[in-house]
């Protein structure tokens, strides 16, 4: 037996729960929905479910903004409904990370309401305050949604920081008593019996102590150097704090979402692992994301991200989330979206680290156009037409060809992608080979081969020829991945021989078998070999 530790070695999957199932026809999705479809996520064969926020809040940026971390938002459901969805979670052997928003509240919530009411209130200080230089904001920070990230509180006279809407203040981590009424709020939800917390700006939590102005820079997006607001180096200890929180419980975990521009730094997301046993178990890196569809630049963006793993760390893995758009038709190759995606499909479960999906993704759910009178999310509704928003990648899961692709009786609260009478689960379960089923087989796969979900990771091939081939190994067993990242048949030769046979494939019958690895590869072919006898 080998033993296995969920959120390392099973696959893990987000939930966006406005958009997954509704339960009560009221058009947004909610807990007992997602309740109701645990069958179908124990089906597919995941180990955990990321949920994205479900707390109390007034939902100006969906959740992210907080207004009662120990309550559940009503349109979600109610407390009783949570402890459901986590008992019939645990039933399955699924675990539950709920999403931990610690880098700010909603302006709505009592701390804020508390810190805003005067300048003595003895929580004044849990939120960043400041008075303005010469009638202007305290420095040059701007906000992710853009703008001066500072707003000014006539009522006391004084600016507050908001890293992201005014509405969503950012808490001051400086502050003793608001780091241990952070830890309260975990400790709330480890006693609920929740598996892990996925933590949003990790590293943003902590700014500049003097407030210095970033220095100027020429990169578009930004204008600044995000240098005194972002991965300050007390970051660290605020993650060292919040893991001695989750270790006090046990097989509990932190997965942290390290953000920045340009985005995606391996070193910067492998840092907040610290010495990979003291800060965070896993933490995002986007990099991969924004590298085109190309098998040398995909190769070197793993290699960079694993070269940095400290030695007792861990790496993740993802290509999509409700942040970004989604992966299956982001290259938009001319009609190649869905052998694409089994590319990818192939390389994420069968990396070294823990893979996350996202919702949808298994049946390859595409970006939708949205009009733009139905545009809800902020940022979309800000920057339109530069830039529509993240709607796109969060419309409703598409169930099945019925109304509204099985989601809800109702309203629904952002349109369903019209090619949902085609793409839906329904339809892709009942297909041997849909693109849900591959998924499926992937995963399997991956939970039944300690090469996969355990064996250490060597490149073979990288990039010559479109191709990115590496093998797998642990302890009897060695596996080796080719992929073809081309739409053109091309050679694999990693000139080794040995006795191979196929193990997966999606152009290949397992009967057939090689005396060296090497391969004249179908265009988009993915194909797992197993090495047979000696272990060389
Ligand atoms: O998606 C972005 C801009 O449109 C990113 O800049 C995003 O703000 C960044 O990834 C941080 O994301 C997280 O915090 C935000 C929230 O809006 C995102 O949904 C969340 O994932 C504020 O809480
Ligand atoms: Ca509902």
Redesign the pocket.
């Known amino acids: 037996m080998i033993e296995r530790t969920w959120w390392k070695h099973g696959v893990l999957y987000q939930v966006y729960p406005r958009s997954f199932y509704d339960s009560n026809g009221d058009g947004i999705g909610d807990i007992p929905g997602i309740t109701q479809k645990l069958d179908y996520l124990a089906w597919l064969g995941i180990a955990g479910i990321w949920l ?1 926020p479900v707390n109390k809040s007034p939902m100006l ?2 959740g ?2 907080i207004s009662d971390y120990r309550a559940i938002d009503p349109v979600f459901g109610t407390m009783g409904d949570f402890d459901t969805l986590l008992r019939e979670s645990h039933r399955r052997e699924i675990r539950i990370i709920m999403d931990m ?1 610690m ?2 509240t909603s302006n709505l919530h009592p701390w804020f309401l508390e810190s805003s009411s005067s300048r003595g209130n003895p929580r004044r200080d849990w939120y960043i305050w400041h008075d303005g230089r010469g009638g202007r904001s305290p420095n040059n920070w701007r906000s ?2 853009l703008g001066s990230a500072w707003e000014w509180h006539a009522g006391t006279g004084q600016f507050y920081l908001h ?2 809407l005014k509405e ?1 203040p950012d808490v001051n981590w400086r502050n003793p008593e608001l780091r241990d009424a952070m830890h309260g709020e975990m400790r709330f939800w480890l006693d609920r019996g929740v598996d892990g917390f996925r933590l ?2 990790a590293n943003w939590f902590i700014k500049d102590a003097k407030l210095r102005s970033n220095p100027f820079s020429f990169y578009p997006l930004s204008n600044r150097l995000e240098k005194y607001n972002r991965n300050r180096p007390e970051s660290h200890d605020i993650m060292k704090g919040l893991r001695r929180v989750v270790d006090e419980y046990g097989d509990r975990m932190l997965v942290g ?1 390290v ?1 920045c521009y340009p985005p995606g730094d391996p070193a910067l997301s492998a840092s907040y692992l610290g010495d990979g046993r003291d800060e965070l178990n896993l933490a995002f890196d ?1 990099s991969i994301m924004y590298r085109r569809f190309n098998a040398w630049r995909y190769y070197r963006c793993i290699r960079k991200w694993y070269n940095r793993i400290p030695d007792n760390g861990w790496p993740c893995n993802v290509f999509s ?4 758009p989604r992966n299956y038709d982001r290259h938009s190759g001319a009609g190649d979206a869905d052998r694409r995606a089994r590319v990818t499909a192939m390389l994420l479960l069968t990396l070294r680290g823990t893979p996350f999906l996202y919702y949808g993704e298994e049946i390859g759910m595409r970006n939708s156009r949205i009009p733009r009178a139905q545009i809800k ?1 902020p ?1 979309g509704r800000k920057f339109w037409p530069i ?1 529509a ?2 709607d796109p990648a969060r419309t409703p899961m598409q169930w099945s060809a019925a109304i509204n692709a099985g989601f809800t009786g109702g309203k629904v609260w952002l349109p369903v992608c019209i090619d949902y009478l085609d793409v839906n689960v329904e339809a892709q379960a009942a297909d041997r080979f849909s693109l849900l089923n591959f998924y499926r087989s992937l995963i399997e796969l991956r939970n039944r081969h300690g090469a996969l979900s355990h064996g250490n990771w060597k490149p073979l091939v990288k990039g010559l020829k479109g191709i990115f081939a590496f093998t797998r190994t642990y302890r009897e067993e060695k596996l080796c991945v080719v992929l073809n990242f081309t739409r053109g048949s091309t050679e694999f030769h990693a000139g080794k021989p040995g006795q191979w046979k196929v193990l997966f494939s999606t152009h290949r019958s397992s009967r057939e078998h090689f005396t060296e690895l090497r391969m004249r590869m179908y265009p988009y072919e993915g194909t797992i070999l197993e090495k047979i006898g000696e272990l060389k």
């Open positions: 994205s940026d969906f992210y903004d928003v880098n700010h992710a949604f890293s992201f969503q949003d700006v979402e953000f986007f989330n409700h942040d970004q999310d940022a830039y928003g993240r």
